[in-house]
C-alpha cells in the first residue's frame, strides 16, 4: 500500500446543531491527492506482472502521483503532460525522478503520445481516470470514512474523468451503502458530467474553459454515469468564482491549499448550498491538487476581496 490512511475531520465553523461537515483530506497523500490510491495499485500490480516502466498522460496530478508510486516501487515513469500543466508543477514530476514529455494543447493530445509510448510490451499505460483498478484504489477512501463515520447520509465529491466519483461508488456499493446520497461538483466551463447525466451516456465536450484545470475532461468515464443510478443523486455545477471562494476560505480555515477543482466541492458547504440542506452527516472529500502555490491563493484572496467591495 503507498498511500497512506487519510483523517476525517470534523469542522465546527460550518457544521451546525442539525448537521456536522466532514472533511476526508485527501490533500495529505504523498502525492497531495487522492490519485495516489488508485495509481498506486495499478502499478503495484504492472510491476507484480513484471512490468518495468510505467507511462501516464496527465495535467498534473495523476502523473505525479504515477511518478511518486513508480519511484517507490523501483519502475521508471514516463509522464505525458499538455502545454497547459505549469513549469512549477512538471518540475515536481522530474524530481521524483520521472521523464516529463510536454505534448499537445490539451490532456486528449497528451493522452494519444502516451497511448503510443505505451506499446512496448514492458511498459503499463496508466489511465488518468478510466480503468476499474484505479477505482478499487480510490474507493479505500470510503473504507476509512465509514470507520470513523458510519452514519454518514451525503457525500460531496468532485468530478473531473470521473475517476474519484467511479471509486466513491465502487467503495459505496461494496459496502451496501446505495443508501448515500450523491453531490457531484463541477465548475461551469467543464460540466462533462452533468451534460454525460443528462444525456444518459458519455458526451464530448467542444472546449474546457474553467480556472479548475484538473476537472478539464472533456469526456468522462462511462461506468460512472450509469451507476450514479442506483443512488440518490445531484450534479452541482457551480462558478469559477464559487470554486476559488472554496480554495481561499479552507486556506482561511485550514491553513492548506488545494486547487480550484477541489473548492468547487467545498464551496458548496461554504455557499450552504440546497443540495445538503436535509443532510446529517456530510463528508466532502477534499480531493487536493499539486498545480497550485500560496502565491496563486495570495492573488484570488485579493480578486475576491475586491469583487465583495
Same mark, same amino acid.
Given at each position: 500500500?503507498?498511500?497512506?490512511?487519510?483523517?476525517? $475531520?470534523?469542522?465546527?465553523?460550518?457544521?451546525?446543531?442539525?448537521?456536522?461537515?466532514?472533511?476526508?483530506?485527501?490533500?495529505?497523500?504523498?502525492?497531495?491527492?487522492? &490519485? @495516489?490510491?488508485?495509481?498506486? @495499485?495499478?502499478?503495484?500490480?504492472?510491476?507484480?506482472?513484471?512490468?518495468?516502466?510505467?507511462?501516464? !498522460?496527465?495535467?498534473?496530478?495523476?502523473?505525479?502521483?504515477?511518478?511518486?508510486?513508480?519511484?517507490?516501487?523501483?519502475?521508471?515513469?514516463?509522464?505525458?503532460?499538455?502545454?497547459?500543466?505549469?513549469?512549477?508543477?512538471?518540475?515536481?514530476?522530474? &524530481?521524483?525522478?520521472?521523464?516529463?514529455?510536454?505534448?499537445?494543447?490539451?490532456?486528449?493530445?497528451?493522452?494519444?503520445?502516451?497511448?503510443?509510448?505505451?506499446?512496448?510490451?514492458?511498459?503499463?499505460?496508466? !489511465?488518468?481516470? /478510466?480503468?476499474?483498478? %484505479?477505482?478499487?484504489?480510490?474507493?479505500?477512501?470510503? /473504507?476509512?470514512?465509514?470507520?470513523?463515520? !458510519?452514519?454518514?447520509?451525503?457525500?460531496?465529491?468532485?468530478?473531473?474523468?470521473?475517476?474519484?466519483?467511479?471509486?466513491?461508488?465502487?467503495?459505496? $456499493?461494496?459496502?451496501?451503502?446505495? #443508501?448515500?446520497?450523491? $453531490?457531484?461538483?463541477?465548475?461551469?466551463?467543464?460540466?462533462?458530467?452533468?451534460?454525460?447525466? #443528462?444525456?444518459?451516456? !458519455?458526451?464530448?465536450?467542444?472546449?474546457? /474553459?474553467?480556472?479548475?484545470?484538473? %476537472?478539464?475532461?472533456?469526456?468522462?468515464?462511462?461506468?460512472?454515469?450509469?451507476?450514479?443510478?442506483?443512488?440518490? =443523486?445531484?450534479?452541482?455545477?457551480?462558478?469559477?468564482?464559487?470554486? $476559488?471562494?472554496?480554495?481561499?476560505?479552507?486556506?482561511?480555515?485550514?491553513?492548506?491549499?488545494?486547487?480550484?477543482?477541489?473548492?468547487?466541492? %467545498?464551496?458548496?458547504? =461554504? @455557499? /450552504?448550498?440546497?443540495?445538503?440542506?436535509?443532510?446529517?452527516?456530510?463528508?466532502?472529500?477534499?480531493?487536493?491538487?499539486?498545480?497550485?502555490?500560496?502565491? %496563486?491563493?495570495?492573488?484570488?484572496?485579493?480578486?475576491?476581496? &475586491?469583487?465583495? &467591495?
Amino acid at each position: 500500500m503507498l498511500h497512506i490512511k487519510t483523517p476525517l $475531520i470534523l469542522h465546527w465553523g460550518l457544521s451546525t446543531p442539525t448537521r456536522r461537515i466532514w472533511l476526508k483530506m485527501e490533500n495529505l497523500q504523498p502525492s497531495g491527492s487522492f &490519485k @495516489l490510491r488508485g495509481m498506486g @495499485l495499478l502499478c503495484s500490480q504492472a510491476k507484480a506482472q513484471g512490468k518495468h516502466r510505467v507511462v501516464c !498522460p496527465s495535467g498534473g496530478n495523476a502523473g505525479f502521483a504515477t511518478a511518486i508510486a513508480a519511484a517507490s516501487l523501483g519502475l521508471s515513469a514516463c509522464i505525458v503532460v499538455p502545454h497547459t500543466t505549469p513549469e512549477t508543477t512538471r518540475a515536481r514530476i522530474r &524530481k521524483t525522478g520521472a521523464e516529463v514529455i510536454v505534448h499537445g494543447k490539451v490532456w486528449d493530445e497528451a493522452n494519444q503520445r502516451a497511448r503510443q509510448l505505451s506499446q512496448d510490451a514492458d511498459t503499463e499505460y496508466v !489511465p488518468a481516470f /478510466d480503468h476499474p483498478v %484505479l477505482w478499487e484504489g480510490h474507493s479505500t477512501l470510503v /473504507d476509512e470514512v465509514l470507520e470513523v463515520c !458510519p452514519q454518514f447520509d451525503v457525500m460531496v465529491t468532485s468530478v473531473g474523468g470521473g475517476g474519484l466519483l467511479a471509486g466513491i461508488l465502487t467503495g459505496l $456499493i461494496r459496502h451496501g451503502r446505495t #443508501d448515500c446520497r450523491i $453531490i457531484a461538483c463541477e465548475t461551469e466551463g467543464a460540466a462533462s458530467f452533468a451534460a454525460a447525466v #443528462d444525456a444518459g451516456h !458519455p458526451v464530448r465536450l467542444p472546449r474546457i /474553459d474553467t480556472v479548475a484545470t484538473s %476537472l478539464g475532461a472533456a469526456q468522462v468515464a462511462a461506468w460512472p454515469v450509469q451507476h450514479i443510478k442506483e443512488f440518490a =443523486y445531484q450534479c452541482v455545477v457551480l462558478s469559477d468564482e464559487d470554486a $476559488i471562494m472554496g480554495v481561499v476560505r479552507f486556506a482561511r480555515d485550514m491553513r492548506q491549499l488545494v486547487e480550484p477543482a477541489c473548492g468547487v466541492s %467545498l464551496a458548496v458547504a =461554504y @455557499l /450552504d448550498h440546497r443540495a445538503i440542506a436535509d443532510a446529517h452527516d456530510v463528508v466532502i472529500v477534499v480531493c487536493g491538487g499539486v498545480s497550485v502555490s500560496a502565491q %496563486l491563493v495570495a492573488g484570488w484572496a485579493r480578486l475576491s476581496g &475586491k469583487r465583495a &467591495k
